[in-house]
């Protein structure tokens, strides 16, 4: 009798003895979604049915803080693949402007200048498939509208256009006329 109390004792002590232990610790790892800039040569991305076009309203107000949208759409009825995409969305797009000078009818080819934009580190690229009827749209701002002063009744104006920053989706947008109004004619004081 004194073996059959004896075994439960025994059987318990072996079981709360195999329960105490600590957990291995887990190597830490750093975590990173897309691919470093500069590791991987892209293949060429077909642009046949691709087009790149503003979708904001092409009159600002001098003095606000302005963002013009653009939109990358797929006009095809087939998936298209962009693996070189910048992982922020702005990076992708590089704005060039020209001021409209008393005379002009069109921008001067050589006349463009290229607004700088720090791009967001770490610069990584992700994939992304833009299917049929689908589109990504990118948010550039205008940092000099907001600096910029105009005089009541009158107004400037600016050709705008849009190249995406891809090697291997060499495309840019059609020129776009931006008219910048004074906020007097907004309305505001």
Excluded at 11 to 22: I, P
Excluded at 101 to 121: A, C, I, V
Aim: aromatic share 8%; with cysteine.
């Amino acid at each position: 009798m004194k073996k059959t109390m004896l075994l439960p004792g025994v059987l318990g002590l072996l079981l709360f003895a195999g329960c105490s232990s600590t957990p291995p610790e887990m190597p830490k790892m750093k975590m990173t979604m897309g691919v470093p800039d500069g590791t991987i040569e892209y293949k060429p991305v077909s642009s046949k049915n691709l087009s790149l076009k503003m979708l904001s309203k092409p009159t600002v107000y001098a003095g606000d803080k302005t963002a013009l949208i653009f939109a990358l759409s797929n006009d095809g009825e087939r998936s298209v693949s962009i693996p070189e995409w910048y992982t922020w969305e702005q990076d992708n797009l590089r704005l060039f402007v020209q001021p409209w000078l008393t005379g002009m009818t069109e921008p001067h080819p050589e006349g463009w200048t290229e607004l700088s934009f720090d791009m967001k580190q770490p610069v990584m690229h992700y994939p992304i498939t833009l299917f049929p009827g689908n589109k990504v749209m990118i948010t550039k701002y205008l940092p000099f509208i907001e600096k910029l002063r105009v005089s009541p009744g009158k107004a400037r104006r600016y050709f705008i256009k849009a190249k995406l920053n891809l090697k291997s989706l060499p495309m840019e947008s059609e020129v776009i006329t931006l008219q910048v109004l004074s906020k007097k004619q907004s309305g505001e004081k």
